[in-house]
Nanobody
Framework: QVQLVESGGGLVQPGGSMRLSCAAS????????MAWYRQAPGKQRELVAH???????TYADSVKGRFTISRDNAKNTVYLQMNNLKPEDTAVYYC???????????????WGQGTQVTVSS
Protein backbone atom coordinates (compact mmCIF):
# COMPACT_ATOMS: atom_id res chain seq x y z
CA GLN A 1 0.00 0.00 0.00
CA VAL A 2 1.07 3.56 -0.67
CA GLN A 3 1.64 5.84 2.34
CA LEU A 4 -0.44 9.03 2.37
CA VAL A 5 0.24 12.15 4.46
CA GLU A 6 -2.34 14.95 4.65
CA SER A 7 -1.61 18.56 5.57
CA GLY A 8 -3.30 21.92 5.51
CA GLY A 9 -6.12 21.57 8.02
CA GLY A 10 -6.97 24.01 10.78
CA LEU A 11 -9.48 26.63 11.85
CA VAL A 12 -11.17 28.91 9.31
CA GLN A 13 -14.10 31.31 9.50
CA PRO A 14 -17.32 30.68 7.57
CA GLY A 15 -16.94 31.87 4.00
CA GLY A 16 -13.19 31.36 4.11
CA SER A 17 -10.94 29.12 2.05
CA MET A 18 -8.47 26.35 2.78
CA ARG A 19 -6.36 23.96 0.73
CA LEU A 20 -5.61 20.44 1.83
CA SER A 21 -2.68 18.47 0.42
CA CYS A 22 -2.04 14.75 0.35
CA ALA A 23 1.45 13.52 -0.47
CA ALA A 24 1.90 9.93 -1.62
CA SER A 25 5.04 7.95 -0.92
CA UNK A 26 5.36 6.41 -4.36
CA UNK A 27 5.81 7.87 -7.80
CA UNK A 28 3.56 5.10 -9.10
CA UNK A 29 0.69 6.90 -7.35
CA UNK A 30 0.18 8.72 -10.64
CA UNK A 31 -1.80 5.70 -11.80
CA UNK A 32 -3.89 5.64 -8.65
CA UNK A 33 -7.44 6.86 -8.34
CA MET A 34 -7.50 9.22 -5.37
CA ALA A 35 -10.19 10.74 -3.21
CA TRP A 36 -10.96 12.87 -0.19
CA TYR A 37 -13.36 11.62 2.45
CA ARG A 38 -14.55 13.34 5.62
CA GLN A 39 -16.07 12.28 8.90
CA ALA A 40 -17.88 14.62 11.25
CA PRO A 41 -18.52 13.73 14.90
CA GLY A 42 -21.32 11.21 15.20
CA LYS A 43 -21.60 10.74 11.45
CA GLN A 44 -20.42 8.18 8.95
CA ARG A 45 -17.44 8.82 6.74
CA GLU A 46 -18.53 10.27 3.41
CA LEU A 47 -16.96 10.78 0.01
CA VAL A 48 -16.19 14.42 -0.72
CA ALA A 49 -14.38 14.29 -4.06
CA HIS A 50 -12.74 11.75 -6.35
CA UNK A 51 -10.18 12.07 -9.13
CA UNK A 52 -9.25 9.31 -11.53
CA UNK A 53 -5.75 8.60 -12.77
CA UNK A 54 -6.77 10.40 -15.96
CA UNK A 55 -8.00 13.48 -14.12
CA UNK A 56 -11.77 12.97 -14.25
CA UNK A 57 -13.46 14.34 -11.15
CA THR A 58 -16.67 13.78 -9.19
CA TYR A 59 -18.02 15.59 -6.14
CA ALA A 60 -20.56 15.16 -3.41
CA ASP A 61 -23.60 17.35 -4.04
CA SER A 62 -22.93 19.23 -0.79
CA VAL A 63 -19.57 20.56 -2.05
CA LYS A 64 -20.19 21.02 -5.78
CA GLY A 65 -19.21 24.49 -6.91
CA ARG A 66 -17.22 25.13 -3.71
CA PHE A 67 -14.53 22.40 -3.61
CA THR A 68 -12.03 21.43 -6.29
CA ILE A 69 -9.92 18.29 -6.32
CA SER A 70 -6.74 18.24 -8.39
CA ARG A 71 -3.54 16.30 -8.67
CA ASP A 72 0.11 17.00 -9.49
CA ASN A 73 1.63 13.70 -10.57
CA ALA A 74 5.12 15.19 -10.70
CA LYS A 75 4.85 15.83 -6.96
CA ASN A 76 2.82 12.68 -6.14
CA THR A 77 0.29 15.00 -4.50
CA VAL A 78 -3.46 15.50 -4.61
CA TYR A 79 -5.14 18.69 -3.42
CA LEU A 80 -8.54 19.74 -2.18
CA GLN A 81 -9.25 23.44 -2.59
CA MET A 82 -12.17 24.40 -0.38
CA ASN A 83 -13.91 27.74 -0.86
CA ASN A 84 -16.92 29.36 0.80
CA LEU A 85 -16.55 27.02 3.74
CA LYS A 86 -19.54 26.38 5.97
CA PRO A 87 -19.77 25.17 9.57
CA GLU A 88 -21.20 21.90 8.28
CA ASP A 89 -17.90 21.27 6.47
CA THR A 90 -16.29 20.77 9.88
CA ALA A 91 -14.84 17.25 9.93
CA VAL A 92 -11.70 15.18 9.83
CA TYR A 93 -10.66 14.94 6.19
CA TYR A 94 -8.96 11.78 4.94
CA CYS A 95 -7.00 11.15 1.77
CA UNK A 96 -7.56 7.82 0.05
CA UNK A 97 -5.92 6.06 -2.89
CA UNK A 98 -5.98 2.83 -4.81
CA UNK A 99 -4.72 1.64 -8.18
CA UNK A 100 -8.17 0.16 -8.80
CA UNK A 101 -10.87 2.81 -9.04
CA UNK A 102 -13.60 0.48 -7.78
CA UNK A 103 -11.61 -0.20 -4.63
CA UNK A 104 -11.29 3.48 -3.58
CA UNK A 105 -12.82 3.98 -0.16
CA UNK A 106 -12.62 0.34 0.89
CA UNK A 107 -10.59 -1.13 3.71
CA UNK A 108 -8.15 -2.59 1.16
CA UNK A 109 -7.26 0.87 -0.13
CA UNK A 110 -4.69 3.24 1.35
CA TRP A 111 -5.77 5.87 3.89
CA GLY A 112 -4.01 8.87 5.36
CA GLN A 113 -4.11 9.70 9.05
CA GLY A 114 -6.61 12.53 8.60
CA THR A 115 -6.49 16.27 9.14
CA GLN A 116 -9.00 18.30 11.15
CA VAL A 117 -10.89 21.11 9.43
CA THR A 118 -12.94 23.37 11.69
CA VAL A 119 -15.19 26.07 10.27
CA SER A 120 -16.27 28.44 13.00
CA SER A 121 -16.44 32.12 13.84
Amino acid sequence: QVQLVESGGGLVQPGGSMRLSCAASESSSSIYAMAWYRQAPGKQRELVAHISSGGSTTYADSVKGRFTISRDNAKNTVYLQMNNLKPEDTAVYYCNADPLSWRVGTKRSSWGQGTQVTVSS
